[in-house]
């Protein structure tokens, strides 16, 4: 939470910055709920760039969901098809990393309850510091570097999960990968990064 405050802060200042109406900035934090992305779109936007160049990076960007949503689903397979609906809105890096690590460690947590505990405390934290965010726009001094916690956050989920060699690979290699294919267009290395981390990974398990 202390790493989403000050991110969420980020966010909305970019989005004010960009030129975006107050409601509007909002309504991206709502609909969209993705700080990488929302960063981004928020960058393009503040640059005149086409509405669909907007939306495909952001697609591109939250790729990375569709892999978290194939690891975790098998722990929400009793679930109906509502259920899985409305909780796949609170997918988050944070809120899969943490669920998915108490779920391997108790398998009797009420899975639900306990996701939906992480993502809705989450979500709400998120959207004050956006508003935060966004009614102090460029009155917050550059001197707070706010931008810093946006790493900070995913080293935060990281390190925890980081538990084997076939974990220290995928890590390793996935961010190696992601510093190198930093310029590809549309965000695309964050994508390259995860797939590569991912096979790199698998082959160490395969290996070992």
Do not use: C
Not at 7 to 17: D, E, K, L, P, Q
Not at 29 to 45: M, R, T
Not at 187 to 195: E, K
């Amino acid at each position: 939470m202390l790493g989403i405050i000050p991110f969420g802060m980020v966010a909305g200042v970019a989005a004010v910055n960009a030129g975006m109406p107050a409601p509007q900035a909002l309504a991206m934090s709502v609909f969209v709920f993705a700080g990488a992305s929302q960063l981004a779109a928020a960058d393009l936007i503040g640059r005149s760039a086409p509405a669909a160049v907007v939306v495909l990076t952001v697609l591109i960007i939250n790729l990375r969901m569709m892999m978290y949503s194939a690891s975790i689903a098998p722990y929400f397979k009793r679930q109906s098809a509502r259920w899985k609906a409305g909780l796949s809105y609170f997918l988050t890096d944070q809120a899969y990393a943490v669920s998915l690590m108490k779920f391997e460690q108790n398998e009797e947590t009420n899975r639900r309850w306990y996701y939906l505990g992480v993502g809705a405390t989450l979500w709400v934290t998120w959207q004050i510091a956006t508003v935060a965010g966004i009614v102090l726009g460029a009155s917050v001094p550059s001197e707070w570097h706010l931008d810093f916690a946006v790493p900070l956050v995913f080293l935060a989920v990281l390190v925890p999960s980081v538990t084997g060699r076939a974990t220290v690979v995928a890590a390793v290699v996935g961010g190696g990968t992601a510093v190198a294919a930093n310029g590809l267009p549309f965000n695309l290395g964050l994508v390259t990064a995860a797939v590569v981390g991912i096979v790199a990974g698998l082959l160490t398990e395969e290996v070992a």
